[in-house]
C-alpha cells in the first residue's frame, strides 16, 4: 500500500478537531502535525504558513483548523501555489477539488460537528481535479497578484 502525505494545521480553537481528523485517517496517510500540541492561545497565520510551506514543498494535501475556519482559509490563500478552500459541507469540499484544484480544505471548530467534518475532508481526499475547461481558470487564478491589475474603466451611478 501506498503512503500519502497530508498536512495538518490549526490553532488554539481548531485542536480537538485536528485530533480527530487525524485520528480518523487511516494506515495509508503519513499525518504531519505541524501543530500547536497543546491548547494555549496561538495566531493562525504562524500554523497556516507552516502548513502551506509543507504542502508546497510536498505536493501534498493539508487540513486547517481554526475556530470558523475564516482566518485559516484568508491565511493560507496569500500564498502563491496555494488554493484554500472554507469548506461547511461535502459538496462545496468536492467542488473545490473539482473545479478547483483546492489542496487545503479549511474548516471551523466552532462551526461544524466531528462527523460532518470527516465526512467532508472524505469527499475532500477522494475527490480529483477535471482539468479541462476548469484548468485555464486555475492557471488565470494562479497568475493574480503576480503583476499590477489593469485599470478597469466603470462608470459611477447617481
Not at 71 to 93: K, P, V
Not at 116 to 135: N, P, T, Y
Request: glycine content about 10%.
Amino acid at each position: 500500500m501506498e503512503t500519502k502525505t497530508i498536512v495538518f494545521g490549526s490553532d488554539h480553537a481548531g485542536l480537538i478537531l485536528k485530533k480527530a481528523l487525524m485520528d480518523h485517517l487511516g494506515p495509508e496517510w503519513n499525518k504531519l502535525d505541524i501543530g500547536p500540541l497543546e491548547n494555549k492561545s496561538c495566531d493562525y497565520p504562524e500554523y497556516a504558513a507552516k502548513v502551506c510551506t509543507q504542502v508546497l514543498a510536498h505536493d501534498c494535501p493539508g487540513i486547517l483548523i481554526c475556530g470558523s475556519g475564516i482566518g485559516m482559509s484568508m491565511s493560507a490563500n496569500r500564498f502563491q501555489g496555494i488554493r484554500a478552500a472554507l469548506c461547511t459541507n461535502e459538496y462545496m469540499a468536492r467542488m473545490s477539488r473539482m473545479h478547483n484544484n483546492a489542496n487545503i480544505l479549511c474548516m471551523g471548530e466552532r462551526i461544524i460537528g466531528v462527523d460532518l467534518a470527516k465526512s467532508i475532508m472524505d469527499v475532500f481526499l477522494q475527490a480529483r481535479f477535471e482539468g479541462g475547461r476548469h484548468q485555464k481558470r486555475v492557471e488565470h487564478l494562479e497568475e493574480l497578484g503576480k503583476e499590477p491589475l489593469p485599470s478597469i474603466q466603470g462608470h459611477v451611478q447617481d
